[in-house]
């Protein structure tokens, strides 16, 4: 049984955006896609669609401005998959659909989530270093698989006591009218929460506020 067809009664490009035409079907509106997918397709007015040729149109449609809403995001910054995958959803894209901008940015290399944790950690390191457990944590939440971190923050070198005296001194003014123990436990349990554990946090409170009494770990 063949199936049913409707006829091509306009094709307008939009005011707002030229880039994209809106295309009516037996004289009511019926979608809007790209100019190129016109092109593509040899749309013209008069044209018979059948019901699976409008949603394939509706389907590319879909995928473009997916694609047009992750490549937004990714001029800000990059992202890992899971974060575009997450962001596509609250946009109500459904998941055939993000499966599609998901390969089609990886196939142009628009995302890779080695490359994402190559960022990260060089940004956190330069901008606001954190303890390798934390780092840890961080990558992990945005989806990055566990060797991949694993391996990521490895091949950083990250010099956790070079970091931790870094925020700790920045953080220390707001203490300086504290008494040095209650300095001290406020600037461990600061550190604690960035990530570092009592073999780091032990020799910076020594170096910035003297020797600790205690031997129990902050956290």
């Not at 008494?179 to 780091?200: D, S």
Request: negative net charge; charged residues 40%; proline residues 4%.
């Amino acid at each position: 049984m063949n199936e049913p067809e409707r006829r091509i009664t306009s094709i307008e490009r939009q005011k707002r955006n030229p880039e994209r035409v809106n295309v009516a079907l037996d004289g009511e509106f019926a979608f809007a896609i790209p100019v190129n997918a016109v092109l593509d397709f040899g749309l013209r007015t008069g044209n018979q669609l059948s019901v699976s040729q409008i949603e394939e149109l509706k389907e590319i449609d879909d995928t473009a401005k997916a694609t047009d809403a992750a490549i937004r995001l990714l001029t800000a910054r990059p992202r890992s998959v899971r974060e575009i995958e997450q962001r596509l959803r609250r946009k109500e894209f459904d998941d055939p659909t993000i499966e599609r901008v998901i390969e089609r940015l990886r196939d142009w290399r628009y995302i890779d989530d080695e490359a994402f944790a190559r960022f990260w950690v060089e940004n956190r390191e330069s901008n606001r270093p954190r303890g390798r457990r934390l780092l840890e944590q961080e990558l992990r939440s945005k989806g990055i698989e566990r060797e991949i971190v694993t391996n990521t923050i490895e091949d950083a070198e990250i010099d956790e006591i070079a970091g931790a005296l870094e925020i700790a001194r920045m953080k220390l003014r707001a203490y300086k009218d504290l008494e040095p123990e209650i300095a001290k436990r406020r600037l461990g349990a600061f550190l604690a929460r960035r990530g570092y554990g009592y073999g780091v946090i032990k020799p910076v409170l020594t170096e910035l506020l003297g020797e600790v009494e205690t031997d129990s770990d902050p956290d």
